[in-house]
């Protein structure tokens, strides 16, 4: 597509870019126009949703961001991989009669035609940036069954004189089988949307299993044979030593698609059988979708709370809440809603989870001495107006957070309480002084995740009034409220439930609190308090999104069973 004047002038006016670098765009870009539009998502002057649809519509078509939109398998299957990567073009989904394809270039008439030959029905062309189309080529034809043909193509009968030499396990290490085995069952679990992927030796087979919404499902049955190179292999990707077996190892490795590269954190744990290796997937092909406060479904009240802390830019802000229950999500979301070009923020993770070209993003690095502590204070001397915390891990992580909050800035961070109440005591916990930590804090956002409905099977469901009873109090004469519950169907693989939604609870830091804080009251007194003035804790929201059909009243009080416990 050719880089005219007119879609020039046009991004010029949405994105409002200097002279100087807009000049070096469009050298750089040798009128191409999809180039040009790269080049100005890089730096941050349009996020790539209006770079795409100020392309689209001077192709009168639209655009459709494939790392927020969700295919229909079967009707992806319509083509073949091969297919797809030639035409660098993926069907999504299927309307009526008509299937919406993914494209380079869906004003190509030659190609629109062939596809239309192949798929047997009437195409409707949506653009699609190149690096979308083939990272979602490349994740959506992926399947069981092509790890099955993988499987096969290896020797197995060179394992039955015994272990393998330590040459020949480097051997097969770097054969082609070997790399696409592991390729494949990382690409299988971003296709299934999986946070974490475990491989089990046992005595006779090597299980792979995936952590999807929250629960760990079978997934692959590998010969026992594989359990060694296979763990090796992703060891070895990882940076570990493979010729330790003993000990457990942990390292990380980088995954490469067209669109991103994705962090894994990898753990090696010697078990009956072998090694136990779990795979963490840090951030996601599918996250630019919800770095938005307003997309996050925090409730009208929450949100209006938590936009309010933002806006005063001075202070510390908590998000609590378990290992994997999407605070790194919240946190950028957070960062997103005040994100101006004419401020300085800085984070500071472990690793970094999202790539956000208007921040300045460091990951710490323990081995060589670049730890949270240390970065945070060099981060104070470089003039940020926010700083993101990845993570209080320490006493004096604590201190030089909370001393930056008092001295002007705004510090986004996590902390691993039970609730947003324990956050009020546990920098105290770890050594941080009262007096410091009552003025500092403004707010804290305790969140969960529990099980999404799925939208395909979910029904009215009537609880046992006498079960209600225990959450819920009504008149005698007052018609009980209708819950919903999932079914099962082909589209959550019979599970009723399909995706993740949070459950939040806010706890803004009035005067009064401020005060409770300084003179030493318990948690149970700073609830009391936080409740006089409308603190709603989390299973009250989890409650009415129960309500709402978003997720089922069971699963709300699995989830919060542990705190009601408290």
Same mark, same amino acid.
């Given at each position: 597509? #050719? ?27 040798k009128g191409d126009a999809v180039e040009f539009a790269q080049f100005v998502i890089q730096d941050g002057y349009l996020d790539r949703d209006a770079a795409g649809e100020l392309l689209a519509g001077q192709m009168n078509r639209t655009y459709v961001n494939l790392s927020k939109t969700l295919f229909q398998e079967e009707i992806v299957s319509l083509l073949t991989g091969e297919i797809a990567a030639h035409y660098h073009a993926i069907p999504i989904y299927q309307l009526g009669k008509v299937v919406t ?39 959506? $034809? ?68 995936? /952590? ?106 908590f998000v609590t809440g378990p290992t994997g229950s999407g605070k790194s999500t919240t946190l950028y979301a957070a960062l997103n809603f005040f994100n101006t070009r004419d401020i300085n923020i800085i984070t500071i993770e472990d690793p970094i989870e999202y790539d956000v070209p208007t921040l300045n993003q460091v990951m710490v690095n323990d081995k060589v001495g670049r730890g949270f502590k240390e970065v945070l204070r060099s981060v104070l001397r470089q003039d940020p107006d926010a700083i993101l ?9 604590? /201190? ?47 969140? /969960? ?21 225990? $959450? ?6 007052? #018609?009980?409220?209708?819950? $919903? ?28 609190? /401020? ?39 069971? #699963? ?11």
């Amino acid at each position: 597509m #050719e880089l005219t004047e007119t879609l020039i002038a046009a991004f010029q006016e949405k994105a409002h870019i200097p002279p100087v670098p807009l000049a070096g765009m469009i050298r750089a870009a040798k009128g191409d126009a999809v180039e040009f539009a790269q080049f100005v998502i890089q730096d941050g002057y349009l996020d790539r949703d209006a770079a795409g649809e100020l392309l689209a519509g001077q192709m009168n078509r639209t655009y459709v961001n494939l790392s927020k939109t969700l295919f229909q398998e079967e009707i992806v299957s319509l083509l073949t991989g091969e297919i797809a990567a030639h035409y660098h073009a993926i069907p999504i989904y299927q309307l009526g009669k008509v299937v919406t394809v993914g494209m380079v270039s869906p004003n190509d008439q030659q190609i629109v035609q062939a596809l239309e030959n192949l798929l047997m029905r009437p195409l409707s062309p949506v653009f699609c940036f190149k690096d979308e189309v083939d990272s979602a080529i490349k994740v959506n $034809y992926q399947s069981a069954h092509h790890v099955d043909d993988l499987v096969t193509s290896f020797d197995l009968k060179i394992f039955q004189g015994g272990p393998l030499s330590e040459a020949a396990l480097v051997k097969l290490l770097d054969s082609k089988p070997m790399v696409e085995l592991g390729d494949s069952i990382i690409l299988l679990a971003l296709k299934e949307r999986a946070s974490d992927i475990h491989i089990e030796p046992k005595k006779n087979e090597v299980v792979v299993r995936f /952590r999807i919404d929250g629960v760990l499902v079978d997934r692959l049955f590998l010969p026992a044979e594989l359990g060694l190179p296979l763990a090796s292999r992703y060891k070895i990707s990882s940076e570990m030593d493979i010729t330790e077996r003993r000990k457990p190892q942990d390292g990380r490795l980088s995954f490469t698609l067209p669109m991103k590269t994705l962090d894994l954190r990898v753990s090696s744990l010697p078990v009956m059988y072998g090694e136990k290796v779990v795979m963490r997937i840090l951030g996601s092909l599918y996250t630019s979708a919800i770095l938005n406060l307003d997309k996050l479904d925090l409730s009208p009240e929450v949100l209006r709370l938590f936009k309010s802390s933002l806006r005063h830019l001075q202070g510390i802000l908590f998000v609590t809440g378990p290992t994997g229950s999407g605070k790194s999500t919240t946190l950028y979301a957070a960062l997103n809603f005040f994100n101006t070009r004419d401020i300085n923020i800085i984070t500071i993770e472990d690793p970094i989870e999202y790539d956000v070209p208007t921040l300045n993003q460091v990951m710490v690095n323990d081995k060589v001495g670049r730890g949270f502590k240390e970065v945070l204070r060099s981060v104070l001397r470089q003039d940020p107006d926010a700083i993101l915390v990845g993570e209080i891990r320490d006493t004096e992580t604590a /201190r030089i957070a909370t001393q930056a909050a008092l001295t002007g800035h705004l510090v986004l961070t996590t902390l691993h309480t039970n609730d947003a109440i324990q956050a009020t005591t546990r920098l105290m916990e770890m050594g941080v002084e009262r007096f410091i930590v009552a003025p500092a804090i403004i707010g804290v956002l305790g969140q /969960r995740l529990v099980k999404r409905l799925c939208e395909y099977c979910k029904t009215e469901h009537h609880p046992d009034p006498e079960e209600l009873r225990q $959450y819920f109090y009504w008149s005698e004469d007052a #018609e009980l409220p209708a819950f $919903y519950r999932g079914t099962g169907c082909e589209h959550c693989g019979g599970t009723g439930y399909a995706g993740r939604v949070g459950i939040h609870e806010f706890l803004k830091i009035t005067p009064q609190i /401020r005060e409770a804080i300084l003179r030493e009251r318990n948690y149970a007194e700073i609830l009391d308090l936080a409740v006089q003035q409308g603190f709603h804790n989390l299973r009250y929201d989890g409650f009415k999104k129960a309500l709402r059909g978003m997720t089922s009243l069971e #699963e709300v009080i699995r989830a919060t069973a542990s705190l009601e416990d408290d």
